[in-house]
């Protein structure tokens, strides 16, 4: 079903039995391509030759060197010059010390403190986010660069092992943008990417066995990824060629429902304001700020 807006009247099409939201009026195109470009202006470490904010230049090439590893690259996610781990995949930087000396990240001079989880101080959250991360990767190169693919679901399925062995929230080894909400839902969130980028239904099955973790939702953010987690289960689930064995994991896919129905105009149980002619802040901040907490994981 090809749907899409223009003047403010949805209409429909068949197309592939597939949805599309699109505006020729709208400006999404061009918001897309400013949106790209605002990512390579938050890049951290060497820049390619293809970057085209012209005024950022190489910056934290050194990151990692205390623990003799390569932490160079990633993104910037804010105003400051760290790294987080959470929301992000690994910290670097001491964000006390970087809040108060207002720098870019190429004059930088503060202290890269480097902070990690281990077996003895987890940090389940990071690495489930980070497992979710590149399985969604492995599912993207899946038929550009099937080896690529393959080792990024390697990884992957290393990280979420970890993250279910190694029980514990992220708060003892993080000193700045601790979880707030646990690790259950990155658990949940990592398996469903699993299941999606391998097909491996013993993912499916660990998320029908903790099914009772997931909580309805009416954003999904970089702290809590129910709704992120519900809503991939629930498409796979819907779409036509992709099986989710029998009806499991059944509350997950209520709980998808919830946090649709919260965010639309009209249903009984919505969450948000809406204001005719005015910016949906609303609705936009909880489905496209999670953008942010991905930028390092990219």
Same mark, same amino acid.
């Not at 005024?55 to 105003?79: C, F, I, M, Q, T």
């Given at each position: 079903m090809f749907l899409y807006i223009r003047n403010g009247t949805a209409k429909s099409r068949k197309d592939d039995d597939r949805q599309y939201l699109c505006s020729s009026d709208a400006g999404y195109e061009d918001a897309l391509s400013k949106g790209i470009l605002f990512f390579e202006g938050q890049r951290s470490g060497k820049l390619p030759a293809t970057q085209r904010v012209q005024?950022?230049?190489?910056?934290? @090439?050194?990151?990692?060197?205390?623990?003799?590893?390569? @932490?160079?690259?990633?993104?910037?996610? $804010?105003?400051d010059n760290v790294k987080f781990g959470w929301p992000m995949a690994f910290s670097v930087g001491d964000a006390d010390g970087d809040h108060g000396c207002w720098e870019r990240p190429e004059d930088m001079?503060?202290?890269?403190?480097?902070? =990690?989880?281990? &077996?003895?101080?987890?940090?389940?959250?990071?690495?489930?986010?980070?497992?979710?991360?590149?399985?969604a990767a492995s599912v993207v190169f899946k038929e550009a660069d099937s080896k690529y693919s393959a080792q990024l679901l390697r990884h992957s399925e290393s990280l979420f092992q970890f993250a279910d062995k190694y029980r514990?929230? %992220?708060?003892? &080894?993080?000193?700045?943008?601790? &979880?707030?909400?646990? %690790?259950?839902?990155? @658990? @949940?969130?990592?398996? $469903?990417?699993?299941? =999606?980028?391998?097909?491996?239904?013993?993912?499916?099955?660990?998320?029908?066995?903790n099914q009772d973790w997931s909580q309805p939702a009416s954003e999904f953010s970089w702290d809590s990824k129910f709704a992120g987690a519900q809503t991939l289960l629930a498409k796979m689930k819907l779409l036509p060629?992709?099986?989710?064995?029998?009806?499991?994991?059944?509350?997950?896919k209520n709980d998808a429902d919830s946090f649709v129905c919260a965010l639309m105009p009209g249903s009984s149980s919505v969450q948000i304001k809406t204001t005719p002619g005015e910016p949906q802040t609303f609705a936009v901040n909880p489905l496209v700020l999670p953008i942010r907490s991905k930028e390092s994981n990219s």
């Open positions: 005024w950022r230049a190489d910056s934290a @090439l050194s990151d990692g060197s205390l623990e003799n590893v390569s @932490l160079s690259g990633g993104y910037y996610d $804010a105003g001079d503060t202290a890269r403190t480097l902070y =990690k989880i281990t &077996s003895t101080s987890p940090g389940t959250e990071v690495a489930a986010e980070a497992a979710a991360a590149l399985a514990g929230s %992220y708060q003892g &080894s993080c000193p700045f943008y601790c &979880s707030y909400s646990g %690790y259950k839902d990155e @658990l @949940l969130w990592a398996a $469903a990417w699993l299941y =999606k980028a391998s097909g491996d239904s013993n993912y499916l099955n660990y998320v029908s066995t060629g992709i099986s989710c064995r029998e009806d499991r994991p059944v509350k997950v």
